[in-house]
């Protein structure tokens, strides 16, 4: 099982790992579960497998320079493959070396004040929205006691 191989290898830094991103030349890092949690992150030379893999060789490089944990749980290997994997590991990566992910930081919401007319850009269009209607039904109300004159 993958939980019991942090004291075989070398520890690897991220920057060395992401080099390995081709068909010749496949290091995935995959995280390993203890418990409910993720402890150690794990690099794997998967190049002898990519012609192996059953979902084929791109998902393999796609997975590359980054920690493809989620992408390898995702999938939901089996326990046969996940024993598979101990013959491919070479070490550990050092957590400390492999770059925050960014998360998606929404653009400020416009303030009245920079708005031209003095109102919220959305303001103007839900305005037409209750007056149109309004003004057909007024223009029908208008029609139809006309006719009745």
């Not at 010749?24 to 192996?52: A, N």
């Not at 320079?65 to 598979?84: C, I, Y």
């Amino acid at each position: 099982r993958t939980e019991k191989m942090t004291s075989d290898g070398k520890v690897h830094i991220f920057e060395e790992v992401a080099k390995h991103n081709q068909k010749g030349d496949c290091w995935l890092i995959i995280s390993g579960k203890v418990r409910f949690f993720y402890i150690y992150r794990y690099v794997y030379d998967v190049t002898p497998f990519l012609d192996d893999h059953p979902g084929g060789d791109e998902v393999l490089l796609t997975a590359t320079e980054k920690d493809a944990t989620d992408e390898f749980e995702d999938v939901g290997h089996s326990e046969s493959a996940r024993e598979m994997m101990s013959q491919y590991y070479i070490g550990d990566i050092d957590g400390s070396t492999i770059p925050t992910t960014q998360q998606y930081v929404p653009p400020p919401k416009p303030s009245k004040a920079a708005s031209a007319s003095g109102q919220a850009p959305g303001n103007s269009f839900k305005f037409v929205w209750i007056v149109i209607p309004l003004l057909i039904l007024g223009l029908a109300f208008v029609l139809r006691f006309a006719k009745k004159e």
